[in-house]
Nanobody, 124 residues
Framework: QLQLVESGGGSVQPGGSLRLSCTAS????????IGWFRQAPGKEREGVSC????????NYADSVKGRFTFSRDNAKNTVYLQMNSLNSEDTAVYYC?????????????????WGQGTQVIVSS
């Protein structure tokens, strides 16, 4: 079973930054689009960002555009989500997921491997 592992979550004050990481131990991320999703308390999971297998293209939800940056280091088999200017609405469990399809949608059915999630809390 393909599985991803997220890290880097934690508690931060509004305006602060965090960097999430996502890696895989049993398969190579190079061939996959990677997506970040999040689920806030009482809300459905939503797509936040995705990046193509080469890293040449990325996509961001309007709510995070200009604040979050998605990058990947295929040599380290790791992807990163740099989150800046965090606010309380960013509080959620963040998941990374791998898809064999293009980075053009956040259809969860397109993603074949998921991580367990990492908690991000933005609070003063």
């Amino acid at each position: 079973q393909l599985q991803l592992v997220e890290s880097g979550g934690g508690s931060v004050q509004p305006g602060g930054s965090l960097r999430l990481s996502c890696t895989a131990s049993r398969f190579t991320l190079d061939y996959y689009t990677i997506g970040w999703f999040r689920q806030a308390p009482g809300k459905e999971r939503e797509g936040v960002s995705c990046i193509s297998s080469s890293g040449a293209s990325s996509n961001y939800a309007d709510s995070v555009k200009g604040r979050f940056t998605f990058s990947r280091d295929n040599a380290k088999n790791t992807v990163y989500l740099q989150m800046n200017s965090l606010n309380s609405e960013d509080t959620a469990v963040y998941y990374c997921a791998a898809s064999p399809y293009r980075c053009s949608s956040y259809r969860e059915d397109d993603y074949v491997a998921w991580g367990q999630g990492t908690q991000v809390i933005v609070s003063s």
